[in-house]
């Protein structure tokens, strides 16, 4: 294959089944690492990533010549008839890593005739169905080693004894017997305990080495829990809202990786900016409040405490507000702190509102923390 057609490949009939950012940083991985075989993990990851076989097959046929090829035209400047160029699959995996936002998502097939003839009502989204999926999805990430690193892989010329899987999962959840998931009626505790155990369990290996010998099959090594558990995020996510479910698995915080309430994107990256940007003495009190708020067990009392934290902080920037906004709309602030019971509990305050006012006055505070943070670093206090 010629360089020019390494090059303007378009990788039309690619799908990735990865987040798109999450394949490019570990194609940097594989291009930027100095141990082992490149070319190996290079086809691991794409098996991986894709739905198909077609990049790993196209990858090979470019060839995998490590060294590259001597161009004799280079100019003696540069070591005439010594210069190598780039070894043209490491040219082509490059360009696929680099082209990552271009390739298509794999999609679920367009319903057959049965699925669009059916009750789509009686069909729809039921517990029975998410966990089916769950236990598919979770075996999909043993099979391919993500739990090798927590509960240990066989060999056949290692006769050390394994830990017992079942036992760790039983000493993070409280529960017997949950390792190897059944299909089974879980209750909903079990079974949301189960998506957050499992999120901390994952690490994804980034090589791996085919054991031929009694036919021992894929032993898994380099394991990092970083982009594991980015991937396990992604697919359970996808799973929780294909199934109708209003919980995510939260990718940052104090509540990582726990199942925390979904918001619309507005104002999920409203909390991205907040805990992101606020200065170091005030971002753990944050990172707290988010949590208390956006929990799957969130109360009425919890989004008080949130509001509260969150007022300690503004308290904190009280001049500042006053400063930019003005004294009567940033008195707005704590006023309503003080007037209703958030804070200070007395008889004439104002107790008697519903839980939306909470939710509405949780997210005024949150923009205005994240606005006095960038006053803050702006320099403008």
Known sequence: MS???VMSHAFTNYELRWPADLFASEGQRVLSGKRGSWEDRASWLMTEAFSSTTPVADFEDVGTDAGGDVDPW??????????RREPPARAWFA???NRAGE?????????????????REAERGTGHDVRRTFVRLVNEFSDNGYLAEAFGQECVDDSSELPDAAQIVEK?????GLWPLVLQTWDEGTFYGLVEVFHDLVSRPRSRYYHSYSQCGWHYAEFHNGPGRELYRWKVNTMLREAGLEYELAAEGDDLGRLVAVT????????????QQTPVGAVGRVRHAVALYRGRESDVESKRSAILALAGVLEERRELIIKHLGKSDGGVLFQIANQFNLRHHRDNQLSDYPE?????????YLATVELTNRL???GTS
Request: proline share 6%; net charge negative; hydrophobic share 45%.
């Open 356 to 364: 939306a006012f909470l939710d509405w006055i949780f997210w005024w």
């Open 264 to 275: 619309d994107d507005a104002r999920g990256d409203l909390v991205h900016q907040a805990m």
């Open 172 to 176: 993070r959840l409280g529960i017997a």
């Open 74 to 83: 280079s100019s003696p400047g540069e070591g005439w008839g010594q210069a």
């Open 103 to 119: 390739l298509r998502h794999a999609a679920a097939p367009r319903p057959y005739w049965p699925q669009r003839h059916a009750d």
């Open 376 to 378: 803050l670093a702006s």
């Open 3 to 5: 360089d020019d057609a």
């Open 95 to 97: 360009d696929l890593v």
